[in-house]
Nanobody, 123 residues
Framework: QVQLVESGGGLVRAGGSLRLSCAASGRTFSSYAMGWFRQAPGKEREFVARVNSDGSTDYANSLKGRFTISRDNARNTVYLEMNSLKPEDTAVYYC?????????????????WGQGTQVTVSS
């Protein structure tokens, strides 16, 4: 069983930055893609970013240039650096493990999910 634990969320003013972390259990972390999703109140869960096992990354078009995903396989951790935050970035952010070494933006391509961490951006 894989466990994912997110941290780093909180309250920040517009224009500020946050770095989210997601620590994963298990010995095969490096073999799987990892992703970040978010869900705002009343909205569907949406793709934010993903990093494949080879380190290649992809982002939601609207977030390119502001968010950066990275992974540290030695620490079994994936990060999401968020800059120039806007009130519309307010959501619960979830990390997820892909079903294979590479994954895309569809949540169905991910099999394990963390409990989420709240990010609130005030105007």
């Amino acid at each position: 069983q894989v466990q994912l634990v997110e941290s780093g969320g909180g309250l920040v003013r517009a224009g500020g930055s946050l770095r989210l972390s997601c620590a994963a259990s298990g010995r095969t972390f490096s073999s799987y893609a990892m992703g970040w999703f978010r869900q705002a109140p009343g909205k569907e869960r949406e793709f934010v970013a993903r990093v494949n096992s080879d380190g290649s990354t992809d982002y939601a078009n609207s977030l390119k240039g502001r968010f950066t995903i990275s992974r540290d396989n030695a620490r079994n951790t994936v990060y999401l650096e968020m800059n120039s935050l806007k009130p519309e970035d307010t959501a619960v952010y979830y990390c997820a493990r892909g079903r294979a070494y590479r994954s895309g933006p569809n949540p169905l391509e991910y099999d394990y999910w963390g409990q989420g961490t709240q990010v609130t951006v005030s105007s």
